[in-house]
């Protein structure tokens, strides 16, 4: 087991044990437990030791063993025997937002409910209403976000079957019998919401591919399963599909289970231009007509080793799997015109990053040997201001300690540097968190909405635009809100937005949370387009959470943006003129032309 894995069993334990009314005391020390170990940094064989485990602070003797249960054998009999004094569907009702573990309590005491299903009837029936603490209004938001629940259905971020979806490509391509492997899919084209998972593999062996495949750990079930297709359901609820072909037909079968329906509609009409029939098995020439009076003249296949191979068959430069939409790709790959699309190792540093001093899980010590050990030369600190209640944000006289903790960091570190930052509210008006004064101090200013989503477009759309316009914002976090299958993006006007980013030269984030993943691809060719620049943040709020930023490079080429566009690829020295450039509205041109240096041009 993974030591997430490890950690949402022991949270389930506390909210079991907290749905049988147990001490407090006694669920406390589970959830602390869940804590401790999701922030643990070593390995899961090392959980097998219990005296080890049980040194990690928040973590006792009892639930040592425990966890070295688990560690060792992927289950814990007590978890087995509590989970059995509860149905089976009890646990989904956690799933909906505003359902605690004492409501939760109150609708099985009271009205018998342990199934969302027999909650939606209650809600229909009046019945919910009528409990003690809840009302009309907390039945009306429990049936819509039951509603929500059922169109989300099969529908998973990309984040949530990551994982999973590499161990299983990993354990693929170290089969013996497997030649070449790859996910498919939405998966490869990056899209933030994914369905299923399409595996394909070339191999000469389909029987050993399939029965290994079939008989993974990560299956929880078998769907069906055939000589050269099968499908199982995986542990995190997603679907995956693999299918088995031949070295001959790998191109063809990656590229059709690539591209989208309408980006394969398009492939196949330019193949039947050359008189050609294109499927997901091999290029072949169209059927003569016997009956024709004319007959097409037909070019020569050509020998197809690859997926380039196939695109250049029908005159098209590679187009990359993140764009293989039908969103003018085509055209692109017609005229040479593709960027050159962002890759991992163009990132230098990233900037918005929590600790401890608001709803973070490590020091920033920790943070920034995190962020070293991934090869960044920088890294900024932004942890929540003071209106962010929910999230313990800091207030002016400890935003200042951070300030100086940093100052004095900076003077220890060799080739790396902390940059000092605050994610500041922005307050319903379109003001600040803080005064001017106070974020004078910092070294950048990200600004965000966390509070009074439901304004009207208008309204939501001045409030951004006024924070906007103060010259000591750096950059917009998540500017629409979004949070994938579970909130929808409040009400906002994105072009008027990146407008104002245009003319005041402020910095848009692409949030690489899987949750968020905000700004969406779909905007970033207008905000090309206009000049604005984009920053890929990780919002991390643990170490771990760093790795997101790989996420946000998936969706930087699936906004076709490249080196250029991305503030965060200019190395440590330039970085800190731009961001000194950008906290001097009459910054002399010069200074804004060194920065972009080379790395493409800073939006004045």
């Not at 050993?208 to 929880?220: D, G, K, R, T």
């Not at 608001?358 to 995190?370: C, K, L, Q, R, V």
């Not at 993943?517 to 643990?542: F, S």
Request: hydrophobic letters at 40%.
């Amino acid at each position: 087991m993974t030591k997430e894995e490890i950690a949402g069993v022991l949270e389930k334990i506390a909210t079991l044990l907290e749905l049988k009314d147990e001490n407090p005391f006694k669920v406390r020390a589970y959830t602390n437990a869940a804590r401790a170990i999701e922030t643990f940094g070593g390995n899961v064989p090392n959980f097998q030791d219990e005296d080890a485990v049980a040194k990690v602070p928040g973590i006792g003797k009892s639930i040592a063993l425990k966890i070295k249960e688990l560690a060792a054998t992927g289950s814990l009999k007590y978890f087995e025997e509590l989970s059995a004094e509860f149905p089976v569907g009890i646990m989904e009702l956690f799933s909906l937002p505003g359902l605690g573990a004492k409501k939760i309590k109150a609708l099985y005491d009271r009205l018998g409910i342990d199934s969302i299903e027999q909650l939606q009837k209650a809600c229909e029936d009046g019945r919910v209403a009528e409990l003690p603490g809840f009302g009309q209004t907390t039945q009306q938001k429990l049936c819509e976000s039951i509603a929500k629940r059922a169109a989300h259905a099969g529908s998973f971020q990309f984040g949530q079957v990551a994982a999973e979806a590499e161990r299983l490509r990993s354990d693929l391509t170290a089969h013996d019998a497997a030649l070449q492997v790859d996910i498919a899919g939405s998966y490869r084209r990056r899209k933030e919401i994914v369905h299923d998972l399409d595996f394909l593999v070339a191999t000469k062996k389909p029987e050993a591919i399939m029965a290994f495949f079939v008989s993974h750990p990560l299956v929880e079930s078998i769907i069906a399963q055939g000589p050269t297709k099968s499908s199982v359901r995986l542990r995190s609820g997603v679907q995956c599909d693999l299918r088995v072909v031949s070295t001959a037909e790998y191109p063809f079968a990656l590229a059709y289970f690539t591209g989208n329906k309408e980006h394969n509609i398009e492939l196949r009409s330019r193949a039947l231009q050359r008189g050609w029939t294109l499927n997901e098995y091999r290029l072949a020439p169209v059927p003569i007509d016997s009956k024709a009076k004319k007959k097409k003249p037909v070019e020569k296949i050509p020998k197809i080793n690859d997926e380039a191979g196939l695109y250049r068959a029908v005159d098209l430069d590679f187009i990359p799997p993140e764009l293989r939409e039908n969103w003018g790709e085509f055209e692109a790959a017609e005229k040479h015109s593709f960027p050159k699309l962002l890759e991992k190792e163009n990132l230098r540093g990233t900037f918005h990053c929590h600790t401890t001093a608001s709803d973070g899980h490590n020091s920033i010590e920790e943070m920034a040997e995190a962020a070293q050990a991934l090869g960044l030369e920088y890294l900024g600190i932004a942890d929540h201001s003071r209106s962010s209640i929910q999230a313990n944000g800091i207030d002016e006289p400890k935003l200042r300690f951070q300030i100086a903790t940093i100052r004095k960091l900076n003077e220890k570190l060799h080739g790396f540097r902390l940059f000092a930052g605050i994610e500041c509210d922005i307050l319903r008006d379109g003001s600040l968190d803080f005064p001017d004064d106070v974020l004078t101090q910092l070294d950048y200013v990200i600004v965000s909405v966390h509070s009074v989503f439901n304004l009207s477009e208008t309204e939501m759309t001045q409030r951004v635009i006024r924070a906007i316009e103060n010259p000591l914002v750096t950059m917009l976090a998540h500017p629409t809100g979004r949070l994938l299958l579970k909130r929808e993006p409040y009400q906002i006007d994105i072009p008027a937005i990146l407008d104002a980013a245009a003319r005041t030269g402020t910095w848009i984030e692409l949030n690489a949370a899987p949750k968020r993943l905000d700004l969406d691809w779909r905007w970033w060719p207008l905000a090309k387009q206009k000049g604005v620049k984009c920053v890929i943040n990780p919002d991390a709020h643990r170490t771990e959470r760093l790795q997101d930023l790989s996420f946000g490079i998936g969706i930087a080429r699936k906004g076709w943006l490249a080196k250029d566009d991305v503030m965060n690829c200019l190395p440590l020295g330039k970085i800190e003129v731009a961001l000194r450039a950008k906290r001097e509205p009459y910054a002399e041109k010069s200074e804004l032309d060194a920065a972009a240096g080379g790395e493409g041009r800073l939006t004045t």
